[in-house]
């Protein structure tokens, strides 16, 4: 009877040292494998807002409501980065004409899948900086997101914690003002941009929740800046609920994968094996 209780022991021992085993695995290695973009991504995004342009027979904005759609879909991966086609259409929604061959774009992006920075050397346009905000993001922290009108990663700073729709988020702003783009291919002068951009973010996940921006182009004219553009561009309503779907699919998801599963494993295991011990120790008791 004591030989079997040493032998049962034994085997609970090394079934706990293999689930503690497999925790650590499973933390270290497995979860950060299916901790990346899908390959099979695809989103799109919606914006309501309006511009405000400059009317060079009036010398006076003239201004209109519009909407936008950014359509992003994965195309295939090369050297561990995704790549993503990207199409934005804008539409002027007073007179629901398409504007997007002075507005629009259209570019690959190449992406790190898991810590969502631009792979620059691979890139169709060689951006630097993050396609979207990194997880875990708190107080005192930075990130620095490409911004296509300044052709260049801006960066995002803490604001506050906050509640937005019952999640808790952070609050991120990029602010920036007169930062050179390059100048008016008519006139040859200097364009500047200024721009403010807040961003609900879900900490855990990384999903932006809410978008909101103003961004002024303004042109130099003898040292004074004209504005010759203003945006004022938001995510649509059906977005930010699309969103925020998203954002607590993948925090139930990051509970059970990144949390749940390696300590259950963990915690299992170092109980299985302090049972063990135990057996082994009343069978030595017995024996002796």
């Not at 991504?41 to 759609?69: A, C, E, H, L, W």
């Not at 934005?88 to 398409?98: I, K, L, W």
């Not at 993050?130 to 052709?151: C, S």
């Amino acid at each position: 009877m004591s030989a079997q209780g040493g032998r049962r022991g034994i085997v609970v021992c090394v079934v706990g040292i293999v689930l503690v085993i497999l925790g650590v695995i499973w933390s270290m290695v497995i979860f950060p494998m299916l901790d990346k973009v899908p390959t099979d991504y695809g989103r799109t995004y919606y914006f309501d807002g309006s511009f405000s342009v400059m009317n060079p027979v009036t010398q006076s904005m003239d201004s209109f409501p519009i909407k936008q759609t950014l359509v992003q879909k994965a195309i295939g991966t090369k050297d561990g980065a995704i790549l993503i086609d990207e199409k934005r259409a804008v539409e002027n929604a007073a007179t629901q004409t398409d504007i997007s061959a002075q507005y629009g774009d259209a570019s690959v992006l190449a992406v790190d899948r898991h810590t969502l920075a631009f792979a620059t050397a691979i890139d169709e346009r060689h951006r630097t900086g993050q396609w979207g905000p990194p997880r875990g993001l708190g107080k005192g922290d930075t990130f620095d997101l490409w911004n296509p009108g300044a052709g260049k990663p801006l960066t995002a700073r803490y604001v506050e914690d906050s509640e937005f729709r019952g999640l808790k988020v952070v609050i991120f702003k990029i602010e920036e003002t007169n930062l050179p783009i390059g100048t008016n291919p008519q006139t040859g002068a200097p364009l500047f941009l200024s721009t403010t951009i807040n961003q609900t973010i879900d900490p855990r996940s990384g999903t932006v929740v809410n978008n909101t921006s103003v961004t002024t182009t303004s042109m130099d004219l003898g040292g004074n800046k004209i504005p010759v553009q203003i945006s004022n561009v938001n995510y649509a309503e059906s977005t930010i609920v699309d969103l925020m779907k998203v954002a607590k699919d993948a925090d139930n998801m990051l509970l059970w994968f990144e949390t749940v599963i390696p300590w259950v494993l963990g915690g299992v295991g170092a109980i299985l094996v302090l049972i063990g011990l135990m057996l082994m120790t009343r069978k030595r008791g017995a024996t002796a």
